[in-house]
């Protein structure tokens, strides 16, 4: 199963923000899974500017700056509404990468440009299943609708080539989609307005009328047959909802 890589990414459509805006954002986010696991505790923030990352103790007194310096610019250099794009890394130091989260953001477009997503393992290196778990995503997943204008989001395992061949007996191949093999799935309330929720799968109504649907609360494994059967009904209500591409 260290085959798979397993992620959380979500999106909402264009919303111009500050920065100073996109950086609350940022420190919320990064503050409430440090405190949420133990895993999301220690934290590098990107300086685009120096080409390097910075502990988030230091990040805090420039986080305006560094998000500033992430503004989109078009091919002649000038600043557009594209908004602002920001990157981290949690984990240990010095790991290559197996046990480490990386998020990037991006925010503050005017086109649909906008996306947060969360990585399990860094730099093309398998993670460690130690940080795969149902709590760790599940946290993260409630953390990032809190604090993003998510209109979805998705928590899903990926392989390469999975539309062409099965991952699970009895099971067909997924269709691509930017959903992947979803393992818990978010909409909106305005995209969960008019949905019957899918059978089969766990349903938790939102009190702000949002709508997360899970294929299982065990970590999710692409070669289980109803793991799968589950994740095959995330995957086609999501593409019903918003289509192949979100």
């Not at 503050?31 to 990352?53: H, N, P, T, V, Y």
């Not at 062409?164 to 799935?185: K, L, N």
């Amino acid at each position: 199963m260290n085959q798979y890589n397993f992620g959380l990414r979500s999106a909402w459509s264009g919303a111009p923000e500050s920065d100073v805006s996109v950086a609350d954002r940022l420190i919320k986010t990064v503050d409430a899974l440090s405190e949420a696991q133990a895993c999301f505790r220690i934290w590098e923030i990107g300086d685009i500017k120096k080409k390097r990352m910075t502990s988030l103790a230091a990040a805090r007194l420039r986080m305006t700056e560094l998000v500033r310096a992430g503004v989109y610019r078009d091919d002649s250099g000038k600043t557009t509404d594209g908004g602002y794009s920001v990157f981290a890394l949690a984990g240990p130091p010095k790991d290559p990468g197996s046990r480490l989260f990386a998020l990037t953001a991006t925010a503050g477009s005017k086109w649909d440009l906008n996306k947060v997503e969360l990585a399990a393992g860094y730099n093309s290196v398998e993670p460690d299943l130690s940080i795969v778990s149902y709590p760790i995503f599940r946290s993260a997943l409630d953390i990032m609708i809190s604090n993003w204008p998510c209109a979805w989001a998705n928590v899903y395992a990926y392989r390469f080539g999975y539309p062409e061949e099965s991952s699970a007996p009895g099971v067909p191949p997924f269709q691509y989609s930017r959903f992947h093999m979803p393992w818990m799935s978010y909409l909106s309330p305005r995209l969960a307005t008019g949905l019957t929720p899918p059978q089969r799968v766990d349903v938790e109504h939102l009190t702000n009328g949002g709508l997360i649907m899970i294929a299982t609360k065990e970590r999710l494994d692409p070669t289980d047959t109803l793991h799968m059967t589950r994740s095959r009904i995330l995957s086609e209500t999501m593409i019903d909802r918003l289509g192949v591409d979100g």
